[in-house]
């Protein structure tokens, strides 16, 4: 069975660094790219950027670029999220996603991870 | 990029036909046949339905079809149930992802 299991819930203070993971099971890590998709409170889905395990080819959304990190670890099937410096801004629930070319469909998403920046 | 447009709310009594509409531009939804549609119920993650316009993955129920005419595209779900009832999203590729606003689906 395909999954993506996503790290716990998070809260932070601004200007505080953070990694969130997204761990792959059922399937071939390195053969999938994994997106990661933001969604603020009461709000819609926005695309991030996505990496490809196989060989951390990383394609960032012109939004998020320089923003955010995106990671992964194909030893232990796992992609991460990662800020330096937190702002209020961040809090949202974040989710990674899979897709087995770029222009694919993201057919398996992760539980989301809720990320909430507060002073 | 800009978002995908796509109406915030639509409605519609159990048994009835809907459709969402996804409008971009002829540099993302005018040049791929790769619209997607993602269904999201209230603190869930999002559940692909439809692919490559048209396609659905194994499981969705057939009451859920996709189409495209030039930069717009639709999802049409069929004999609407209490279920149905969520946000949906269409996606566009465009050298990258693009996401619509979401439509919230009501079913009365």
């Known amino acids: 069975e395909v999954q993506l299991v996503q790290s716990g819930a998070e809260v932070k203070k601004p200007g505080e660094s953070l990694k969130i993971s997204c761990k792959g099971s059922?399937?071939?890590?390195?053969?999938?790219?994994i997106g990661w998709v933001r969604q603020m409170p009461g709000k819609g889905l926005e695309w991030m950027g996505i990496?490809?395990?196989?060989?951390?080819?990383?394609r960032y959304s012109p939004s998020f670029q320089g923003q955010v990190t995106i990671s992964a670890d194909k030893s232990i099937s796992t992609a991460y999220l990662q800020w330096s410096s937190l702002k209020a801004s961040d809090t949202a629930m974040y989710y990674c996603?899979?897709?087995?070319?770029?222009?694919?469909?993201?057919?398996?998403w992760g539980q989301g991870t809720l990320v909430t920046v507060s002073s | 990029q800009s978002a995908l447009t796509q109406p915030a709310s639509v409605s519609g009594s159990p048994g009835q036909s809907i459709t969402i509409s996804c409008t971009g531009t002829?540099?993302?939804?005018?040049?791929?046949?790769?619209v997607s549609w993602y269904q999201q119920h209230p603190g869930k993650a999002p559940k692909l339905m439809i692919y490559?316009?048209?396609k659905r993955p194994s499981g969705v129920s057939n009451r859920f079809s996709g189409s495209k005419s030039g930069n717009t595209a639709s999802l049409t779900i069929s004999g609407l149930q209490a279920e149905d009832e969520a946000d949906y999203y269409c996606?566009?590729?465009?050298?990258?992802?693009?996401f619509g606003g979401g439509t919230k689906l009501t079913v009365l």
């Open positions: 996603a899979r897709r087995i070319q770029l222009w694919s469909p993201l057919d398996y």
């Open positions: 059922g399937y071939s890590f390195t053969s999938y790219w």
């Open positions: 990496i490809y395990p196989g060989d951390s080819d990383t």
């Open positions: 002829s540099s993302d939804v005018g040049s791929y046949n790769l």
């Open positions: 490559e316009v048209s």
């Open positions: 996606c566009s590729y465009a050298g990258s992802s693009l």
